[in-house]
């Protein structure tokens, strides 16, 4: 070793760069170029590098000193490509060095490891490739935006937007402008090149917008049209595992990567995540994406070890909750597993429904209103699917998909109420509120994480589900104000979660992979994809996963320091999809960062007590199809390998495995070769200058024919929401064989999501949708090797159903038409509720029954109904999508018996006046003060009263709508519906809220009964929130005498025993026939009867709270304007 040379330092060539100013060069193959620029202090600055097409370059920025592979501050994007830019966000003061390598790559994919083509297949030599044109230039930024990313959105939820720039200041603000239209977000977090904010799009008009960022000194600056919102979205949530498919006896510390995806266009919040692993297999969780939310527990319980994992008759399970899953994107979870068997074993992962919607909503109305849980039938599932190629972990997926998600919703309430004292609600509704506030908590902090970081890796991070649950425990019952032992919660923890396993087993819609244990022990070996079958199939442009274990026997001498590994990939094999996954020896992990074929760096290693560097690298050359990893020692003294020959990475194994590592990676094979061709694949190991070790081949068969499949046209418009979906595919004969077909259905353009998930190649469903909905609808099917048809460019058939999608959108008739309530909808509403159309068609009647709101109706028609409807016509309410019942399903109202007059209301028949045989009725209403509408049948007898007419509000509801159904009056029924205004309620007090006009018969007797009910308008009283009123219907005697020379006026006076004035007591004056007049006393006590018939004797009975009353006689012959009424208690 040249020690002396080796500590020398090398001279390189340094091009200066003048700011601002392109430079123009060559750089060779293989070869590299160092640049310097000295930029002013606190500037931004952009160093930016276009190459040829065709090649793979990198780059790399230092500050101070020269750059290096080694040693540099900031560098490219890590992708493939002839372009490169480092972002310097705040310059210090000194110079910036900058390196430029670059290596010849194919078609624009992944970089080769020679600087001279070897020998290629057909014997020949390769020509050296000419030099590459570069620019260079480092660029200072203005004030400015970039870029946003993602660049479009759905409006059915949240999305988070990372705004690239320069310059931004702290307390910056951005803002989504179209026009007039200006979005906020509800939270950001400012950095100075980034700034990521969270926006909340639901129902947001559909447009291109401009990024607008203010800084606090007032300078905008604008990215125009730099974002889309799109109609639909939502989110699309799917789950995979990434691991060996086979393991030998006796291995440890097995990696296995979780990833959770989100395939929809808005984003996920609070998403649990389940991982299951057999009974007693130890694992660990890779820390480096785990969020703590041990904070959100009491103090005395927070300092608990945080715990992952509840053990269940399945198993262990792994209870993960995702703060933010965000659209288009993904979370990896790390975890090692250490079988406790040698049997074979199954993983399984799931991402359930975000836990985030059903807290907001409601645990019933998150099942109305969420499309793919409401509307859609058996099967299916929120973007979810089966693992492709684990026939033995699948079962059809045939449950009901909406049952078991209003199963949990509920269960959850009634389990978490269970031991809340005194069943608060409001408690529980207050944690619930804390749960979405976690949500918040975790979304600034990786908001934060997003700002001050070089990646978008900060939003891909998981808490524990087992601390949530327990915050959200500990918190309803410190509002109830009951406290918990750590032991009592670690209990109703795992009741909790046992809810969201009983949720995950009902969905049944779990990502499984088997693992096959193999006998032979070689500890130099490789592993492949398990396959299916014997046969052992795999799909073409699917990733296949490879594992290379190694070992530095525990025989060996020393140590190993340098370890060199090479995969050739056959032909069948294509090295443009390569991607290196994780590279691990002596118990030290590198995860190489997603879609990735080369990587390198250099790290502290801790040799036995022995401080070295490892250098470690790995990359592909892809025209000669080989894969190589190199791991070595470096004495940090020499730059070179250690002279010491026990110091190195890889020391004999023993009883901890430290000897042992593997690399992985995936790759894709070729679709274009022959069904069953046979792919084989081993790997060469190398230590120091021994002898190359050839692993074990690994052989898989390759089915290269994907399924297709079609879903049969449908009829333009439906006569139901309910239609039958019907399906056919076929697949090759001699491959692994079909799996299912999934039917996936998108609702008013929004995001495709599965209907129904069937094993056999062809069928129907019955799909049952959404009324007054636009559904597309197409199929993927799937067959055992795990090749999936892909969707089609457009859908294989389209449909409307009838009817509406709006609560009270009901003119005209029988569709709705535009999703908004207007007065037209409010007029038809009252004809529905006096019983004037009564052919309802399609869902007419669920989107004219929609109160209680919150129930989406009660099955009865009424006037309650029309109140709710003038509430969305006002804007009281927000507009709701068309849910509940849609037929009759309760009992019309009947008036109350006598026994009942203890309700604060009643409505009761007067008479007015009488002129000739035209009898004046009145309707009087004992008003509370709250009361918005009100609808009843009246009942009389056709044989004295016909012919009503004249039916208008009375002094007291002036001004309100009076709808009148006289379709059976000649049977003596007549209904009435009167509403007004929510916010103008009817004046507390006796108040005459209708007139009618009778003829009376001749010969008529001197009285009549009047009753309610039985007809076509249902009793009701509502208030101004459109919920019924208590009140009272009873049968009254109302006088019929004859028109005399002269009426009479009684005017009197109730007091106390002690003089005082009795305000708003009822006064009846009741006449020998029964009939009777009420009214109620003034502020002062006094009262006043008009149009009493001279020359009778009448009762007069008063009520009034805590006083008693005898009754009091009276003969009228004139009128009398003192009479006193005094209590007698």
């Given at each position: 070793n040249n020690i002396s040379t080796s500590l020398t330092a090398v001279p390189i060539t340094i091009d200066t760069l003048t700011m601002n100013t392109p430079f123009n060069t060559q750089i060779f193959n293989g070869g590299f170029k160092s640049f310097k620029f000295a930029p002013d202090e606190n500037e931004t600055v952009l160093v930016s590098l276009v190459?040829?097409?065709?090649?793979?370059?990198?780059?790399?920025?230092?500050?101070?000193?020269?750059?290096?592979?080694?040693?540099?501050?900031?560098?490219?994007?890590?992708?493939?490509?002839?372009?490169?830019?480092?972002?310097?966000p705040n310059t210090g003061s000194g110079p910036y060095y900058s390196l430029v390598t670059h290596e010849l790559i194919d078609n624009n994919v992944a970089p080769r490891f020679e600087k001279e083509p070897v020998e290629v297949k057909n014997g020949q030599m390769g020509v050296p490739p000419p030099p590459q044109d570069i620019t260079i230039t480092a660029t200072v930024l203005p004030f400015s935006v970039r870029s946003v990313v993602p660049e479009r959105a759905g409006n059915a939820g949240k999305a988070t937007l990372v705004i690239n720039g320069a310059k931004f200041q702290p307390g910056a603000t951005?803002?989504?402008?179209?026009?007039?239209?200006?979005?906020?977000?509800?939270?950001?977090?400012?950095?100075?090149?980034?700034?990521?904010?969270?926006?909340?799009?639901?129902?947001?008009?559909?447009?291109?917008?401009?990024?607008?960022?203010?800084?606090?000194?007032?300078?905008?600056?604008?990215?125009?049209?730099?974002?889309?919102?799109?109609?639909?979205?939502?989110?699309?949530?799917?789950?995979?595992?990434?691991?060996?498919?086979?393991?030998?006896?006796?291995?440890?510390?097995?990696?296995?990567?979780?990833?959770?995806?989100?395939?929809?266009?808005?984003?996920?919040?609070?998403?649990?995540?389940?991982?299951?692993?057999?009974?007693?297999?130890?694992?660990?969780?890779?820390?480096?994406n785990i969020l703590d939310f041990s904070s959100t527990l009491p103090p005395e319980l927070a300092s608990e070890p945080t715990s992952y994992h509840i053990e269940h008759e399945y198993g262990r399970i792994v209870v993960l909750m995702l703060p933010i899953l965000r659209a288009g994107g993904e979370v990896n979870i790390g975890i090692n597993i250490d079988p406790a068997t040698f049997a074979r074993f199954a993983i399984s992962a799931v991402v359930l429904p975000p836990l985030d919607e059903m807290m907001k909503l409601g645990f019933d109305e998150v099942v109305a209103q969420t499309p793919g849980f409401s509307e859609f039938g058996a099967g299916g599932g929120a973007g979810t699917s089966n693992s492709p190629s684990s026939q033995d972990c699948r079962e059809k997926v045939n449950a009901e998909i909406k049952k078991c998600y209003l199963g949990f919703a509920r269960n959850l309430f009634f389990y978490l109420l269970s031991f809340i004292p005194g069943g608060n609600d409001d408690c529980l509704a207050a944690a619930a509120g804390f749960i979405n506030g976690v949500a918040d908590v975790a979304s600034n902090v990786v908001l934060n994480n997003v700002v001050l970081g070089d990646s978008l890796d900060g939003l891909g991070v998981a808490g524990s589900g087992m601390t949530l649950m327990g915050s959200l425990i500990t918190k309803g019952l410190a509002c109830a104000g009951r406290s918990i032992t750590a032991l009592d919660l670690a209990f109703k923890i795992a009741g909790g979660l046992q809810l969201l396993i009983d949720l995950y087993k009902c969905m049944n819609l779990d990502w499984c992979t088997p693992v096959g244990r193999p006998a032979a022990n070689d500890p130099n070996e490789k592993y492949g994809p398990r396959g299916y079958g014997n046969e052992q199939f795999v799909p073409a442009r699917q990733a296949l996963h490879y594992q290379i274990s190694f070992e530095n026997l525990a025989e060996a001498d020393a140590p190993a320091q340098r370890i060199f590994i090479t995969d050739q990939l056959p032909p069948e094999l294509d090295p443009r999809t390569v991607r290196l996954k994780e590279i691990e020896f002596n118990h030290q992990r590198f995860v190489v960062p997603d879609n990735r074929a080369f990587y390198s760096t250099r790290v502290d290693f801790n040799a036995n007590g022995n401080s070295i560097k490892a250098d470690i690298s790995a990359g592909l050359d892809v025209i000669n199809r080989r894969i190589t990893w190199t791991m070595t020692a470096i004495d940090p003294q020499t730059g070179d390998l250690p002279i010491d020959p026990f110091i190195g990475l890889l020391p004999p194994n023993n009883e901890t495995n430290d000897g042992q590592g593997f690399v992985t990676f995936t790759v894709e094979a070729y679709p274009t070769f022959p069904n069953r061709t046979p792919i084989a694949n081993n790997a060469t190991i190398i230590f120091d200058q021994q002898a190359p070790i050839v692993t074990n081949t690994t052989t898989n068969l390759l089915d290269s024919v994907v399924p297709t499949s079609q879903v049969a046209p449908l009829a333009p418009t439906q006569g139901s929401n309910e239609f039958v979906v019907t399906w056919s595919s076929t697949d090759d004969t001699d491959g692994s064989g079909f799996a299912y077909c999934e039917i996936r259905v998108s609702e008013n353009n929004g995001p495709f999501r599965p209907f129904i998930t069937s094993t056999t190649p062809s069928g129907s469903e019955t799909f049952i949708g959404n009324w007054g909905t636009d559904y597309a609808l197409y199929s993927s099917c799937a067959d055992n090797a795990g090749n999936i048809e892909a969707a089609p460019a457009n859908p294989d058939a389209t449909t409307k159903t009838p009817g509406g999608a709006t609560e009270s959108d009901v003119a005209p008739r029988p569709n709705g038409s535009d999703g908004t309530v207007g007065g037209?909808?409010?007029?038809?509403?009252?004809?529905?509720?006096?019983?004037?159309?009564?052919?309802?068609?399609?869902?007419?009647?669920?989107?004219?029954?929609?109160?209680?709101?919150?129930?989406?109706?009660?099955?009865?028609?009424?006037?309650?109904?029309?109140?709710?409807?003038?509430?969305?016509?006002?804007?009281?309410?927000?507009?709701?999508?068309?849910?509940?019942?849609?037929?009759?399903?309760?009992?019309?109202?009947?008036?109350?018996?006598?026994?009942?007059?203890?309700?604060?209301?009643?409505?009761?028949?007067?008479?007015v006046s009488r002129i000739g045989n035209v009898l004046q009725l009145g309707i009087e209403l004992e008003s509370e003060g709250d009361e918005s509408g009100l609808g009843f049948t009246l009942n009389f007898d056709p044989a004295i009263l016909s012919s009503p007419r004249n039916i208008v509000a009375g002094s007291?509801?002036?001004?309100?709508?009076?709808?009148?159904?006289?379709?059976?009056?000649?049977?003596?029924?007549?209904?009435?519906?009167?509403?007004?205004?929510?916010?103008?309620?009817?004046?507390?007090?006796?108040?005459?809220?209708?007139?009618?006009?009778?003829?009376?018969?001749?010969?008529?007797?001197?009285?009549?009964?009047?009753?309610?009910?039985?007809?076509?308008?249902?009793?009701?009283?509502?208030?101004?929130?459109?919920?019924?009123?208590?009140?009272?219907?009873?049968?009254?005697?109302?006088?019929?005498?004859?028109?005399t020379s002269a009426s009479v006026e009684l005017t009197g006076r109730v007091t106390s025993r002690n003089g005082f004035a009795v305000p708003n007591a009822e006064v009846v004056v009741i006449d020998k026939a029964g009939a009777s007049r009420r009214v109620r006393t003034n502020p002062f006590g006094k009262f006043t009867v008009s149009e009493l018939p001279a020359g009778q004797t009448y009762f007069i009975q008063v009520k009034a709270k805590e006083h008693l009353f005898d009754i009091v006689v009276i003969d009228l012959a004139s009128d009398v304007y003192d009479l006193e009424v005094v209590a007698r208690e």
């Open positions: 190459g040829q097409p065709g090649n793979n370059n990198s780059l790399f920025t230092n500050f101070l000193t020269a750059a290096s592979l080694a040693d540099y501050d900031f560098q490219g994007n890590g992708l493939e490509s002839e372009r490169q830019e480092n972002l310097v951005v803002e989504l402008v179209n026009g007039g239209t200006v979005l906020t977000p509800f939270k950001s977090a400012v950095g100075n090149t980034r700034i990521a904010a969270i926006f909340d799009l639901k129902d947001k008009s559909p447009g291109t917008y401009d990024i607008r960022v203010t800084n606090p000194d007032s300078q905008v600056t604008l990215l125009e049209d730099g974002f889309e919102i799109v109609p639909g979205g939502g989110h699309s949530l799917r789950q995979s595992i990434d691991g060996p498919g086979f393991l030998r006896f006796g291995a440890r510390n097995v990696r296995y990567t979780v990833t959770a995806a989100n395939d929809g266009l808005n984003d996920a919040f609070l998403v649990p995540l389940l991982i299951h692993i057999p009974a007693g297999y130890e694992y660990r969780l890779d820390q480096r037209d909808d409010v007029a038809q509403l009252r004809r529905f509720a006096a019983g004037l159309d009564t052919d309802l068609l399609f869902n007419e009647f669920q989107r004219a029954d929609t109160a209680p709101r919150e129930e989406g109706g009660n099955g009865l028609l009424s006037v309650a109904d029309v109140i709710q409807g003038r509430r969305y016509a006002a804007g009281l309410d927000p507009i709701a999508r068309a849910f509940g019942p849609n037929a009759a399903s309760g009992s019309p109202g009947v008036s109350k018996p006598a026994a009942e007059f203890g309700s604060p209301r009643r409505l009761t028949p007067v008479r007291g509801a002036s001004g309100s709508a009076v709808t009148v159904n006289d379709s059976e009056a000649t049977s003596g029924k007549l209904g009435i519906i009167l509403d007004r205004a929510p916010n103008q309620p009817i004046e507390a007090g006796v108040r005459q809220v209708l007139l009618i006009e009778f003829d009376v018969a001749p010969g008529a007797p001197a009285s009549t009964t009047m009753s309610f009910g039985g007809g076509a308008v249902t009793e009701e009283v509502v208030g101004a929130d459109a919920l019924a009123l208590p009140s009272a219907f009873p049968e009254t005697v109302v006088s019929l005498a004859g028109p």
